[in-house]
């Protein structure tokens, strides 16, 4: 009885380290995010051809995804069809976009919150 719990026991441990282990070595858990922006990009990142600007979602794709992680995770023969300079570059403008997104919003809030608070002065 007692051979069976600890073989039991073993077993469990084993199983557990297998799966703890993946994560220890630190391999990154990107692969969902490169389908998803190898599919929604194609034709950014094809290699064949110059570069084509973004659609929104592939946009989306790639501000939702770690592009350093799916460079990293790029297989030799996904290589032979995509542009890693595409891939590059493809982050670089999302990247930017969004940076002046966001700055387009920060002016806007601080016009907005300027001309209130000069309406408060002007009637006080």
């Known amino acids: 009885m007692a051979t069976k719990v600890t073989l039991g026991l073993l077993a469990s441990a084993l199983v557990f380290t297998m799966f703890a282990?993946?994560?220890?070595?630190?391999?990154?858990?990107?692969?969902?995010e490169k389908e998803l922006v190898l599919r929604k990009c194609r034709f950014t990142i094809k290699i064949p051809g110059d570069y084509v600007r973004p659609n929104p979602s592939c946009r989306v794709a790639v501000d939702h995804a770690d592009m350093a992680c799916i460079c990293h995770i790029l297989t030799i023969e996904e290589e032979s069809?995509?542009?890693?300079?595409k891939i590059l570059r493809l982050a670089a403008t999302v990247t930017s976009q969004c940076q002046q997104e966001a700055d387009a919003e920060v002016l806007l809030f601080q016009r907005r919150y300027r001309h209130r608070h000069q309406k408060e002065l002007i009637s006080a």
């Open 81 to 85: 069809t995509v542009s890693i300079s």
């Open 21 to 32: 282990a993946h994560q220890a070595w630190g391999e990154p858990d990107c692969y969902a």
